[in-house]
Protein backbone atom coordinates (compact mmCIF):
# COMPACT_ATOMS: atom_id res chain seq x y z
CA UNK A 1 0.00 0.00 0.00
CA UNK A 2 1.63 3.76 -1.03
CA UNK A 3 2.04 6.31 1.54
CA UNK A 4 1.03 9.88 1.19
CA UNK A 5 1.52 13.00 3.20
CA UNK A 6 -1.81 15.12 4.27
CA UNK A 7 -3.19 17.57 6.28
CA UNK A 8 -5.20 17.09 8.92
CA UNK A 9 -7.59 19.29 11.23
CA UNK A 10 -9.56 19.42 14.38
CA UNK A 11 -12.43 22.23 13.62
CA UNK A 12 -12.25 24.79 15.79
CA UNK A 13 -8.13 26.25 15.86
CA UNK A 14 -5.78 26.68 13.39
CA UNK A 15 -3.31 25.18 15.60
CA UNK A 16 -4.94 21.94 15.06
CA UNK A 17 -3.93 21.89 11.47
CA UNK A 18 -1.54 19.06 11.13
CA UNK A 19 0.94 17.40 8.68
CA UNK A 20 0.88 13.30 8.50
CA UNK A 21 2.05 10.01 6.99
CA UNK A 22 -0.85 7.60 6.05
CA UNK A 23 -1.42 4.76 3.56
CA UNK A 24 -3.67 5.70 0.96
CA UNK A 25 -5.84 2.77 -0.24
CA UNK A 26 -6.25 1.33 -4.21
CA UNK A 27 -8.58 3.62 -5.91
CA UNK A 28 -12.46 1.96 -6.15
CA UNK A 29 -13.36 0.98 -9.57
CA UNK A 30 -14.81 4.31 -10.72
CA UNK A 31 -12.14 6.46 -9.34
CA UNK A 32 -8.66 7.72 -10.48
CA UNK A 33 -5.89 8.72 -8.23
CA UNK A 34 -3.73 11.72 -8.73
CA UNK A 35 -0.74 12.73 -8.15
CA UNK A 36 -1.41 16.61 -6.67
CA UNK A 37 0.71 19.19 -7.94
CA UNK A 38 -1.14 22.41 -6.99
CA UNK A 39 -3.68 22.65 -4.17
CA UNK A 40 -6.26 25.89 -4.83
CA UNK A 41 -7.40 27.74 -1.46
CA UNK A 42 -10.50 28.83 -0.65
CA UNK A 43 -12.10 31.63 1.88
CA UNK A 44 -14.22 28.12 2.82
CA UNK A 45 -11.26 26.51 4.42
CA UNK A 46 -10.12 29.19 6.59
CA UNK A 47 -14.17 28.42 8.05
CA UNK A 48 -13.26 24.96 7.84
CA UNK A 49 -10.74 24.99 10.09
CA UNK A 50 -12.25 27.70 12.83
CA UNK A 51 -15.40 25.03 13.21
CA UNK A 52 -17.66 27.52 11.19
CA UNK A 53 -18.35 25.86 7.60
CA UNK A 54 -21.56 24.24 8.45
CA UNK A 55 -20.57 21.20 5.93
CA UNK A 56 -17.66 20.14 6.96
CA UNK A 57 -17.05 17.40 9.48
CA UNK A 58 -17.24 18.17 13.09
CA UNK A 59 -14.33 15.71 13.89
CA UNK A 60 -10.75 15.79 12.06
CA UNK A 61 -10.44 15.44 8.61
CA UNK A 62 -8.48 16.70 5.46
CA UNK A 63 -9.67 19.97 4.35
CA UNK A 64 -9.31 21.62 0.70
CA UNK A 65 -11.62 21.85 -2.17
CA UNK A 66 -9.56 21.71 -5.60
CA UNK A 67 -6.39 20.72 -6.58
CA UNK A 68 -4.70 19.66 -10.17
CA UNK A 69 -2.01 16.96 -11.08
CA UNK A 70 -1.53 14.09 -13.14
CA UNK A 71 -3.37 10.62 -13.28
CA UNK A 72 -0.91 7.88 -11.67
CA UNK A 73 -3.52 5.39 -11.30
CA UNK A 74 -6.96 4.10 -12.62
CA UNK A 75 -9.55 2.40 -11.01
CA UNK A 76 -11.01 -0.60 -12.93
CA UNK A 77 -14.08 0.76 -14.81
CA UNK A 78 -12.51 4.13 -15.42
CA UNK A 79 -12.39 4.34 -19.44
CA UNK A 80 -11.93 8.26 -19.46
CA UNK A 81 -8.47 8.86 -18.42
CA UNK A 82 -5.30 8.09 -19.05
CA UNK A 83 -1.71 7.51 -16.97
CA UNK A 84 -0.45 9.96 -16.99
CA UNK A 85 -3.36 12.66 -18.12
CA UNK A 86 -2.97 16.53 -16.45
CA UNK A 87 -6.57 17.37 -14.80
CA UNK A 88 -7.90 19.59 -12.11
CA UNK A 89 -10.32 18.47 -10.04
CA UNK A 90 -12.78 19.15 -7.07
CA UNK A 91 -13.52 17.27 -3.69
CA UNK A 92 -15.90 17.51 -0.97
CA UNK A 93 -12.91 17.87 0.72
CA UNK A 94 -9.62 16.05 1.29
CA UNK A 95 -7.45 18.00 -1.20
CA UNK A 96 -4.95 18.90 1.03
CA UNK A 97 -2.25 16.15 0.38
CA UNK A 98 0.10 14.79 -2.40
CA UNK A 99 -2.16 11.58 -3.48
CA UNK A 100 -5.94 11.79 -3.72
CA UNK A 101 -8.48 8.63 -4.93
CA UNK A 102 -11.23 10.61 -6.38
CA UNK A 103 -14.60 9.94 -8.15
CA UNK A 104 -13.67 10.16 -12.24
CA UNK A 105 -16.92 12.41 -12.56
CA UNK A 106 -15.32 15.11 -10.90
CA UNK A 107 -11.97 15.10 -12.71
CA UNK A 108 -11.38 17.57 -15.56
CA UNK A 109 -9.18 17.40 -18.39
CA UNK A 110 -6.51 20.31 -17.74
CA UNK A 111 -6.19 22.46 -20.95
CA UNK A 112 -3.12 22.13 -22.57
CA UNK A 113 -1.68 25.83 -22.51
CA UNK A 114 -2.51 25.83 -18.40
CA UNK A 115 -0.39 25.44 -15.77
CA UNK A 116 -0.83 23.23 -12.56
CA UNK A 117 -1.44 26.39 -10.91
CA UNK A 118 -3.78 27.62 -13.58
CA UNK A 119 -5.89 24.31 -12.82
CA UNK A 120 -6.21 24.19 -9.00
CA UNK A 121 -6.98 28.08 -9.63
CA UNK A 122 -10.15 27.49 -11.83
CA UNK A 123 -13.33 25.65 -11.03
CA UNK A 124 -14.68 26.84 -7.15
CA UNK A 125 -14.44 30.10 -7.55
CA UNK A 126 -15.60 30.32 -11.57
CA UNK A 127 -18.31 27.85 -10.81
CA UNK A 128 -19.48 29.55 -7.55
CA UNK A 129 -19.67 32.95 -10.18
CA UNK A 130 -20.96 31.57 -12.65
CA UNK A 131 -23.93 29.63 -10.90
CA UNK A 132 -24.48 33.27 -8.41
CA UNK A 133 -24.56 34.90 -11.78
CA UNK A 134 -26.56 32.92 -13.85
CA UNK A 135 -28.43 30.42 -12.74
CA UNK A 136 -29.69 32.19 -9.85
CA UNK A 137 -29.39 35.92 -10.73
CA UNK A 138 -30.48 35.66 -14.39
CA UNK A 139 -27.92 38.27 -15.50
CA UNK A 140 -29.08 39.87 -18.81
CA UNK A 141 -27.41 41.95 -21.36
CA UNK A 142 -26.55 45.35 -19.66
CA UNK A 143 -27.25 45.35 -16.32
CA UNK A 144 -25.36 46.81 -13.27
CA UNK A 145 -23.91 44.64 -10.89
CA UNK A 146 -22.15 44.97 -7.53
CA UNK A 147 -19.79 42.87 -6.93
CA UNK A 148 -18.13 42.07 -3.25
CA UNK A 149 -14.51 41.22 -2.50
CA UNK A 150 -14.06 41.99 -5.67
CA UNK A 151 -10.40 41.45 -5.94
CA UNK A 152 -10.52 37.95 -4.71
CA UNK A 153 -10.92 34.75 -6.87
CA UNK A 154 -14.90 34.60 -7.52
CA UNK A 155 -14.37 38.49 -8.20
CA UNK A 156 -12.52 38.93 -10.72
CA UNK A 157 -14.44 35.91 -12.18
CA UNK A 158 -17.50 37.58 -11.78
CA UNK A 159 -16.58 40.53 -13.11
CA UNK A 160 -15.12 38.61 -16.35
CA UNK A 161 -18.80 37.07 -16.95
CA UNK A 162 -20.55 40.11 -16.34
CA UNK A 163 -18.29 42.02 -19.48
CA UNK A 164 -19.65 38.93 -21.43
CA UNK A 165 -22.97 40.40 -20.83
CA UNK A 166 -21.72 44.17 -21.95
CA UNK A 167 -22.53 45.18 -17.63
CA UNK A 168 -22.00 47.67 -15.59
CA UNK A 169 -19.58 46.28 -12.43
CA UNK A 170 -18.87 48.04 -9.94
CA UNK A 171 -16.56 45.99 -7.12
CA UNK A 172 -15.64 46.62 -3.53
CA UNK A 173 -12.36 46.15 -1.54
CA UNK A 174 -11.61 46.29 1.68
CA UNK A 175 -8.38 48.56 0.91
CA UNK A 176 -6.81 50.76 -1.49
CA UNK A 177 -4.19 48.61 -1.96
CA UNK A 178 -6.51 46.07 -4.00
CA UNK A 179 -8.12 49.20 -6.51
CA UNK A 180 -5.07 48.63 -9.12
CA UNK A 181 -6.19 45.19 -9.73
CA UNK A 182 -9.88 45.44 -9.84
CA UNK A 183 -8.83 48.91 -12.57
CA UNK A 184 -6.58 46.23 -14.88
CA UNK A 185 -9.68 43.54 -15.02
CA UNK A 186 -12.13 46.48 -16.16
CA UNK A 187 -14.17 47.22 -13.15
CA UNK A 188 -16.42 50.32 -14.35
CA UNK A 189 -16.35 52.06 -10.45
CA UNK A 190 -14.71 50.14 -7.68
CA UNK A 191 -15.61 50.84 -3.51
CA UNK A 192 -12.78 50.95 -0.86
CA UNK A 193 -15.89 49.99 1.41
CA UNK A 194 -16.53 51.72 4.35
CA UNK A 195 -19.38 50.06 6.83
CA UNK A 196 -20.29 53.69 8.39
CA UNK A 197 -20.74 55.88 4.94
CA UNK A 198 -21.12 52.35 2.22
CA UNK A 199 -25.01 53.91 1.68
CA UNK A 200 -23.54 57.08 -0.02
CA UNK A 201 -20.53 55.53 -1.34
CA UNK A 202 -23.17 52.84 -3.51
CA UNK A 203 -25.38 56.14 -4.15
CA UNK A 204 -22.68 57.96 -6.27
CA UNK A 205 -20.92 55.00 -7.72
CA UNK A 206 -24.31 54.04 -9.43
CA UNK A 207 -24.74 57.56 -10.22
CA UNK A 208 -28.78 57.15 -11.28
CA UNK A 209 -28.21 53.62 -12.27
CA UNK A 210 -30.91 50.79 -11.38
CA UNK A 211 -28.66 48.47 -9.17
CA UNK A 212 -29.75 44.88 -10.86
CA UNK A 213 -27.91 42.17 -9.24
CA UNK A 214 -25.63 41.83 -6.21
CA UNK A 215 -23.08 39.39 -5.53
CA UNK A 216 -22.68 39.15 -1.84
CA UNK A 217 -20.09 36.90 0.08
CA UNK A 218 -19.56 39.68 3.56
CA UNK A 219 -23.33 39.45 5.37
CA UNK A 220 -24.02 41.88 8.04
CA UNK A 221 -24.45 45.95 7.41
CA UNK A 222 -23.34 45.46 3.49
CA UNK A 223 -25.59 42.95 2.76
CA UNK A 224 -28.51 45.02 4.23
CA UNK A 225 -27.60 48.60 2.80
CA UNK A 226 -26.76 46.67 -0.84
CA UNK A 227 -30.00 44.81 -0.34
CA UNK A 228 -31.62 48.13 0.08
CA UNK A 229 -30.14 49.97 -3.20
CA UNK A 230 -31.35 47.21 -5.44
CA UNK A 231 -33.50 48.11 -7.93
CA UNK A 232 -37.47 46.55 -8.29
CA UNK A 233 -36.82 43.35 -10.21
CA UNK A 234 -33.19 43.40 -8.36
CA UNK A 235 -31.86 40.04 -7.14
CA UNK A 236 -29.06 39.71 -4.27
CA UNK A 237 -26.78 36.03 -4.63
CA UNK A 238 -25.88 35.55 -0.74
CA UNK A 239 -22.44 32.93 -1.24
CA UNK A 240 -20.44 33.74 2.00
CA UNK A 241 -20.80 35.25 5.58
CA UNK A 242 -16.88 36.81 5.53
CA UNK A 243 -17.91 39.53 8.37
CA UNK A 244 -17.92 36.08 10.76
CA UNK A 245 -14.45 35.41 9.92
CA UNK A 246 -11.86 35.12 12.64
CA UNK A 247 -7.65 36.77 12.02
CA UNK A 248 -7.28 34.57 15.27
CA UNK A 249 -6.31 31.05 15.66
CA UNK A 250 -10.04 30.16 17.00
CA UNK A 251 -13.41 32.17 16.99
CA UNK A 252 -14.40 34.47 19.60
CA UNK A 253 -17.47 32.71 20.21
CA UNK A 254 -19.19 35.92 21.86
CA UNK A 255 -18.33 38.70 19.09
CA UNK A 256 -20.27 35.52 16.70
CA UNK A 257 -23.24 35.36 18.81
CA UNK A 258 -23.83 39.45 18.74
CA UNK A 259 -23.31 39.18 15.12
CA UNK A 260 -25.43 36.24 14.73
CA UNK A 261 -28.40 38.26 17.04
CA UNK A 262 -27.82 41.28 14.78
CA UNK A 263 -27.65 39.78 11.45
CA UNK A 264 -29.72 41.18 8.41
CA UNK A 265 -33.41 40.61 8.50
CA UNK A 266 -35.50 40.55 5.56
CA UNK A 267 -38.85 40.31 5.78
CA UNK A 268 -40.16 37.59 2.84
CA UNK A 269 -43.61 39.47 2.76
CA UNK A 270 -42.10 43.29 2.19
CA UNK A 271 -40.31 41.46 -0.62
CA UNK A 272 -43.21 41.18 -2.22
CA UNK A 273 -44.13 44.68 -2.19
CA UNK A 274 -40.36 45.89 -3.06
CA UNK A 275 -40.14 43.46 -5.55
CA UNK A 276 -36.81 42.09 -4.99
CA UNK A 277 -35.14 38.42 -3.85
CA UNK A 278 -32.63 37.52 -2.17
CA UNK A 279 -30.80 33.56 -2.87
CA UNK A 280 -28.31 32.16 -1.11
CA UNK A 281 -26.71 28.61 -2.06
CA UNK A 282 -23.53 26.41 -1.27
CA UNK A 283 -21.03 25.13 -3.60
CA UNK A 284 -21.07 21.79 -2.41
CA UNK A 285 -24.25 21.51 -3.99
CA UNK A 286 -22.66 21.15 -7.35
CA UNK A 287 -20.56 18.65 -5.85
CA UNK A 288 -23.63 16.13 -5.77
CA UNK A 289 -25.18 16.94 -8.98
CA UNK A 290 -21.90 16.55 -11.51
CA UNK A 291 -23.92 16.49 -14.63
CA UNK A 292 -25.13 20.49 -13.82
CA UNK A 293 -20.93 21.29 -13.46
CA UNK A 294 -20.02 19.57 -16.27
CA UNK A 295 -22.70 21.20 -18.15
CA UNK A 296 -21.67 25.03 -16.48
CA UNK A 297 -17.58 23.55 -17.41
CA UNK A 298 -18.92 23.42 -20.90
CA UNK A 299 -21.06 26.90 -21.37
CA UNK A 300 -17.88 28.43 -19.52
CA UNK A 301 -15.71 27.06 -21.63
CA UNK A 302 -17.14 28.84 -25.04
CA UNK A 303 -17.01 31.81 -23.32
CA UNK A 304 -12.94 32.61 -23.28
CA UNK A 305 -12.54 34.34 -19.96
CA UNK A 306 -9.32 34.03 -19.45
CA UNK A 307 -6.83 32.49 -17.48
CA UNK A 308 -7.18 32.75 -13.66
CA UNK A 309 -5.08 35.16 -11.85
CA UNK A 310 -3.11 33.75 -9.42
CA UNK A 311 -2.11 36.59 -6.68
CA UNK A 312 -0.06 34.46 -4.12
CA UNK A 313 2.32 30.90 -4.63
CA UNK A 314 2.95 28.90 -1.22
CA UNK A 315 5.24 25.52 -0.79
CA UNK A 316 2.92 22.70 0.64
CA UNK A 317 4.99 23.44 4.42
CA UNK A 318 4.25 26.98 4.08
CA UNK A 319 0.29 25.86 3.75
CA UNK A 320 -0.55 27.08 7.21
CA UNK A 321 0.99 30.27 6.30
CA UNK A 322 -1.23 30.32 3.32
CA UNK A 323 -3.82 30.31 5.40
CA UNK A 324 -3.35 32.92 7.98
CA UNK A 325 -2.76 35.09 4.59
CA UNK A 326 -5.98 34.36 3.33
CA UNK A 327 -7.50 35.02 6.82
CA UNK A 328 -5.98 38.10 7.08
CA UNK A 329 -8.14 39.84 4.08
CA UNK A 330 -5.01 40.98 2.56
CA UNK A 331 -4.99 38.90 -0.23
CA UNK A 332 -6.08 39.08 -4.11
CA UNK A 333 -6.98 36.65 -6.66
CA UNK A 334 -6.24 32.98 -5.77
CA UNK A 335 -3.71 31.49 -3.58
CA UNK A 336 -1.89 28.40 -4.59
CA UNK A 337 0.29 25.84 -3.03
CA UNK A 338 2.62 23.78 -4.69
CA UNK A 339 3.70 20.32 -3.74
Known amino acids: MDIRKAYYVKPGNFKNLELKE ?23 DVFCLLGLYEAAPKEAFIPGLEYSGEVIKLGKKVSSFNIGDRVMGVTRFGAYCDQLNIDSRYVIALPNHWTFDHGAS ?3 QVLTAAYGLKELGNLKKGQTVLIHSAAGGVGLWANRICKQYECYTIGTVGSESKLPLLKQEGYDQSIVRDTQSFTNQLRHALAGRPLNLVMDSIGGSIMKDSYKALAPMG ?17 NYPRLIWKYLNRPRIDPQNMIGENKSVMGFNLIYLFDNSDIMHAMLKNLEQMELGTPFIGHIYSFLNLPDALREFQSGTTTGKLVIQI
Do not use: C, Q, W
Open 122 to 124: YLV
Open 235 to 251: RLIAFGSAHYGERKDRP
Open 22 to 44: ESIPEPDDHEVRVKIHSIGLNFA
